[in-house]
């Protein structure tokens, strides 16, 4: 009994998005920019917190071939000077200089650095704070003793809560990612969507009269009833936990793997649109899946034993009991969630979990409240019903996925909305009484419930209809094939704009916007044009991402800077097409973004210098106010 109360706790522990935030990075890299063209010496600046609050920023200098610096001992030494933030004692040098000749001022040996030179500063500033300064770095010829002073300036955010080092590693940046909130939202309505199916309302009032009437004290009633929905969580939310706390203590990614083959991986995805086809068809009354009897009874059997044992026995029961109608909703929450990082299943599986067990548990407090719930009837077939509509049209987001993914141009824009339209236009005529299937009773009139859905449900239609011909449809764009899938504009058909570029005839970016789909190839482009690069690490199978090039990239205030000031590096990281080495380029995209900047969740947003090498901001998940996201871009500008 021990383990098991340990058991819950943990789970418990598991469904606060605050319990599964990473620990926030305690290094970061900043961005070093030379003020003159062709310097013989670059910068690389990075930021540590260090135990007493401040932090040691240390500036390690690449000395060109031929060319030589000066350590702090010399009169030529660099000059480092700080503008918002103070210098704590004196600056350490953490490589030996060289000899070299004698010091023709001070008559001793001449200190010299070739090819590096390490310069570590312990200043006093704020977590989070962005610190800026200037460097003047005299750099002299090996042969003529030629020397110049090289200015240049630096910038760097000092580590915080909301600064994630991008080399911190795969793990640590996936479960810092930000929350996404609307699959968290969406989550708590399938689980009180789930509470109205035939298989699971009907058992609301009797088990809460059980708790109610079969206990000693009304005390001892809320106690069992609390503990029967805890139960209920922690059997949703364990199994996942376990595979990620698994992986996690093995020091593996194997969760973050997991997630992210199913969310992306053609077969997977094609194996879930069957199984959501088919358990919408038993929504909808042509058969009814069910748990094998031997496994129920045997859950029943320890619902009556005494004590909190029993009570998990009975949360088992309904668990498996309710299988056939919350089946395809727990699929639905687990895998539209695997796009944003290893813990968001987790989170998102105990916001469903707790909005299914809440009723049980506040019912068992406030019996009263008994008497205003309606009585089982046809409405709970119909209930289901709706919910069979909802899973064709969702299930067809994973042969979407699929189809992106291997390119075989199965559902184009066009295609995808006439099925959504046709299907939503089926729902509508079902509730307001012209359809009916094989357990619905008849509709004599139509409440004004029903029609209130009605009319939401046929202005949805209305709304899909422009996109029929090239209209952006924002508000599902992260659920419907990208534009460029499209066959038809009202305004004639656009031209790919990237054309000629390496795995540009299949991938695309939207808005027309120029860019790349290889990294090597927009590093060239950017050394050339000196702009910073702005890397997109993306996915056909994305959400998050359509709906951030829909509702953020297309807004006035960021689209010209995208046009303008960077050159666009977009990865796909679950693109199945074969390329070098007969590896797919997602597999070679995926593993390149964890291991050179911590990214293993879409989208993925890191700004680089023109080089490739400096990360100037990011690496920046999903998060849709463009005010922000136009303070990062300019972050890349303002260091340029």
Not at 19 to 24: C, H, L, P, R, T
Not at 351 to 364: E, H, K, Q
Not at 497 to 507: E, I, M, P, Q
Request: net charge negative; charged share 15%.
């Amino acid at each position: 009994m021990k383990n098991l109360f340990k058991s819950v706790v943990l789970a418990i522990a598991l469904m606060l998005p605050f319990a599964v935030s990473a620990q926030d990075a305690a290094k970061t890299t900043g961005s070093v920019v030379n003020e003159n063209d062709g310097a013989p010496v670059e910068w690389a600046i990075s930021a540590e917190e260090l135990e007493d609050g401040n932090f040691a920023v240390t500036l390690e200098a690449t000395i060109a071939e031929g060319f030589h610096g000066y350590p702090m001992t010399d009169f030529s030494a660099p000059y480092f000077e700080f503008d918002n933030a103070e210098v704590v004692g004196d600056i350490v040098e953490t490589l030996t200089p060289e000899e070299h000749g004698i010091d023709e001022l001070t008559g001793g040996p001449s200190l010299i650095y070739y090819n590096k030179a390490i310069y570590v500063h312990t200043i006093k500033a704020e977590a989070g704070k962005k610190v800026t300064g200037y460097i003047s770095a005299t750099i002299c010829t090996n042969d003529t003793n030629q020397c110049t002073s090289n200015p240049a300036t630096f910038s760097i955010q000092m580590p915080g809560e909301a600064v994630v080092a991008a080399a911190e590693g795969a793990s640590a940046t996936s479960a810092a990612a930000p929350l996404d909130w609307g699959s968290i939202i969406t989550a708590i309505l399938w689980g009180f969507a789930a509470l109205l199916t035939p298989c699971v309302f009907p058992m609301v009032p009797m088990t809460v009269s059980f708790f109610v009437k079969g206990s000693q004290s009304p005390a001892q009633g809320r106690f069992r009833a609390t503990m029967y929905g805890v139960f209920i969580i922690a059997l949703y939310v364990l199994p996942i936990a376990i595979l990620v706390l698994l992986s996690n203590a093995f020091g593996t990614n194997i969760a973050g793997d997991i997630f992210n083959a199913i969310g992306t991986h053609w077969i997977p995805n094609l194996i879930f649109f069957v199984i959501f086809m088919i358990f919408a068809a038993s929504f909808l009354g042509a058969f009814e899946i069910t748990l094998p009897s031997s496994l129920v009874n045997k859950s029943d059997e320890g619902a009556d034993k005494g004590g909190l044992v029993g009570i998990f026995f009975m949360a088992l029961t309904l668990v498996l009991v309710s299988f056939s109608c919350t089946g395809p909703i727990v699929g639905s929450v687990i895998i539209s969630s695997t796009s944003g990082g290893v813990w968001m299943p987790i989170i998102t599986m105990a916001a469903f979990a707790i909005a299914f067990a809440l009723p049980f548990t506040v019912l068992a407090w406030f019996p009263s409240l008994l008497k205003n719930l309606p009585k089982s009837g046809g409405w709970l077939n119909s209930v289901k019903v709706v919910l069979g509509f909802i899973e064709v049209a969702l299930g067809l987001k994973f042969l979407m996925t699929a189809d992106q993914t291997m390119h075989w141009g199965l559902l184009d824009r066009e295609v995808y909305l006439a099925i959504w339209i046709v299907t939503f236009s089926l729902l509508g005529l079902y509730l307001l009484g012209k359809l009916r299937f094989a357990h619905d009773d008849e509709v004599k009139h139509v409440s004004v419930f029903r029609l209130t859905l009605a009319i939401g449900v046929f202005s949805f239609v209305v709304y899909m209809i422009p996109g029929m011909f090239g209209a952006p449809l924002n508000a599902i764009s992260g659920y419907i094939p990208p534009m460029t899938t499209q066959d038809y504009q009202i305004n004639g058909r656009v031209d790919n704009a990237n054309t000629g570029r390496k795995y540009a005839d299949f991938l695309h970016l939207p808005h027309q916007l120029e860019g790349h789909f290889d990294f090597e190839e927009a590093v060239a482009d950017a050394k050339k044009q000196n702009k910073p690069i702005f890397v997109d690490v993306t996915g056909h199978a994305c959400n998050n991402c359509r709906e951030m090039e829909t509702m953020v990239w297309s807004h006035s205030s960021v689209l010209p800077m995208l046009q303008k000031d960077f050159v666009i590096c977009a990865l796909y990281v679950d693109d199945n097409t074969k390329v070098e080495g007969g590896k797919r380029l997602g597999s070679i995209n995926s593993k390149f973004a964890q291991d050179r900047w911590g990214v293993n969740a879409q989208p993925g947003y890191i700004l680089l210098s023109p080089d490739g090498e400096t990360v100037l901001a990011g690496p920046r998940g999903y998060d849709t106010n463009i005010e922000a996201f136009v303070e990062f871009l300019n972050t890349a500008k303002n260091a340029m």
